[in-house]
């Protein structure tokens, strides 16, 4: 089986109760669906709707996620958008790299100014600018900090 048809089997096994149940974000529902393998599913069950406008932005998100994976290596891989069913009734989502269950938001530790505040350094240096770098978009996985949700981020083109 190609790695394409595992992920769409992958999909078609994820149910609505584990999409009820997965890390809420104000735009997205995040699905682990495999050790390494995660969705952001764009949309919920309003898709069907507006599912143009939900297309382009997870197309948009996605193009980012690349554009600043190439730049940064504290953002997870992103492997596109996908169209799926949950139920029958049509979903769209982002898939990327699972990072863990650890946010920044859990870790009770005193610096997270400092770890944002850096990360966020880092980001503009390569002319990413991350303007909603809260302690619920930074996660900490395998000993190291990465920055997630890249829906309202800005990327200057390199000349
Ligand atoms: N690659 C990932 N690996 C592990 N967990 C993730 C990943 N991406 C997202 N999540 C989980 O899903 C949550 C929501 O994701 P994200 O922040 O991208 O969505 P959002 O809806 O845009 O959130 P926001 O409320 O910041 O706009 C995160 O806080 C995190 O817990
Ligand atoms: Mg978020």
Redesign the pocket.
């Known amino acids: 089986m190609t790695k394409k048809a595992i992920i769409k089997k992958k999909l078609s096994k994820i149910t609505i109760s584990q999409e009820i149940s997965?890390?809420?974000?104000?735009?997205?529902?995040?699905v682990?669906i495999s050790s390494k393998l995660?969705i952001?599913i764009?949309g919920g069950t309003s898709v069907e709707k507006h599912f143009k406008e939900y297309l382009k932005e997870a197309i948009h998100e996605a193009r980012n996620l690349r554009e600043a994976r190439k730049r940064v290596s504290f953002v997870?891989r992103c492997y596109g958008v996908q169209s799926f069913k949950i139920d029958g009734k049509s979903r769209i989502g982002i898939l990327?790299?699972?990072?863990?269950?650890k946010?920044l938001?859990n870790m009770n530790i005193n610096n997270d100014y400092d770890v944002r505040h850096c990360l966020k350094n880092r980001l503009l240096k390569v002319n990413i600018l991350h303007d909603?770098l809260?302690n619920?978009?930074v996660?900490f996985?395998k000993g190291r900090y990465?920055v997630?949700?890249?829906?309202?981020v800005t990327i200057i083109k390199s000349q």
Not at 22 to 30: L, W
Not at 148 to 152: A, H, P, T, V
């Open positions: 997965g890390k809420e974000g104000s735009f997205g529902v995040y682990q995660g952001k764009v997870p990327m790299q699972h990072l863990g269950k946010r938001e909603d809260h619920a978009n996660m996985y990465y997630i949700d890249f829906g309202q």
